[in-house]
């Protein structure tokens, strides 16, 4: 039988924050009355967002401690046999929970996801954001986060002329674990162009080497399962600013983007990087959050490659400690490889 671990990486992402400054306070919604509602409030900058069961009440406005919420915990501790050429052992493992969670932006039925519950106010920011139902966080008027028997709903209330827009070109889909493309109504849909991303900044080598370095450390997730992918922002000034995780890697670049829009963090500024290999999905993503520099420890596919280069964005793969592979847009890399030490 499963039992639940100690989330251990629960705050693993307060490690990363840093120097938030744009915080949104997320206002209960009083029409889901049978189920528990979990209601989004920051109430501060950086990691200080609660999460608690409520009835028409926005925890963030509130000095008195509330209860945590029952969510599921984003890991567990499994039983398993251990099978060696020594023999069989028994024990248990830390493996990472995977959830259906359901997104509706204004009780239409948009996604259902397959991810790890966990930093889901920044999932739903951010999946709106990545997949254009928004261009701003400030078109969000409300999220309610409510649990049901086989999945967590995040309820996304939009702005009236935002709701208006969304409603009008309303599509359906669901996919496995962060797929990004199931379901998609056509291929020209699909195949939809990046937008063009501003020029930023250029990185010396040494930089983009660090920001890949930064992130491993910092996975608390991934070192108890192993089974997590991550994402994460580098400034050279301020060092790794952000980090998410998530069984699926599109996921984790959502919850990434949603906790720079959070913090009123730009992109334009700073570089993405990835444990994961580059699709296009990871592309068009990074794009439609104007980051100029992605870069990943993986290799890229060919479409991600010419979507990249469409995009005017800078694709750095298979970063590791000794070099990496620039294959678009090498302009925003300058200077050599110094002596670096991980």
């Not at 209601?39 to 008195?64: D, E």
Request: hydrophobic letters at 45%.
């Amino acid at each position: 039988m499963l039992a639940p671990a100690k989330n251990s990486a629960a705050s693993a992402h307060e490690i990363a924050d840093r120097n938030a400054g744009k915080a949104i306070s997320f206002e209960p919604n009083s029409s889901a009355k049978n189920r528990p509602v979990y209601v989004v409030a920051s109430h501060g900058t950086g990691p200080g967002t609660c999460i608690g069961a409520a009835t028409g009440l926005a925890f963030g406005h509130s000095s008195t401690p509330r209860s945590k919420s029952p969510l599921p915990t984003p890991l567990i501790r499994a039983p398993r046999s251990i099978w060696r050429a020594s023999g069989v052992t028994e024990g248990d493992r830390a493996i990472p929970e995977e959830t259906a969670i359901a997104f509706t932006f204004n009780t239409a039925t948009y996604a259902v996801m397959m991810a790890t519950p966990q930093d889901l106010e920044d999932f739903a920011v951010g999946f709106s954001l990545t997949e254009g139902v928004v261009s701003s966080i400030d078109a969000i008027d409300s999220i309610d986060m409510v649990e049901e028997e086989i999945g967590i709903e995040l309820r996304i209330w939009l702005k009236a002329r935002e709701a208006v827009e969304f409603l009008g070109r309303r599509r359906k889909m669901a996919g496995p674990t962060g797929c990004g493309l199931c379901g998609i109504e056509s291929l020209t849909e699909a195949m939809r162009p990046p937008p063009k991303v501003g020029e930023g900044r250029a990185f010396t080598p040494d930089q983009i080497m660090s920001a890949v370095d930064a992130l491993f450390p910092l996975q608390a997730l991934n070192h108890e399962t192993r089974a997590v992918h991550a994402a994460g922002f580098y400034e050279p000034e301020r060092g790794l600013v952000a980090l998410r995780e998530d069984v699926g890697r599109h996921n984790a670049l959502d919850k990434l983007a949603g906790a720079l829009a959070r913090q009123g963090t730009s992109a334009i500024d700073g570089l993405v990087v990835l444990t994961s290999r580059i699709s296009i999905e990871m592309v068009q993503k990074a794009a439609m959050i104007g980051a100029p520099v992605l870069a990943a420890v993986s290799a890229p596919t060919a479409l991600a490659v010419r979507m990249a280069d469409a995009a005017g964005m800078t694709l750095i793969a298979i970063a590791r400690k000794d070099g990496f592979e620039v294959f678009t847009h090498p302009r925003r890399v300058k200077g050599k490889i110094a002596s670096h030490v991980a």
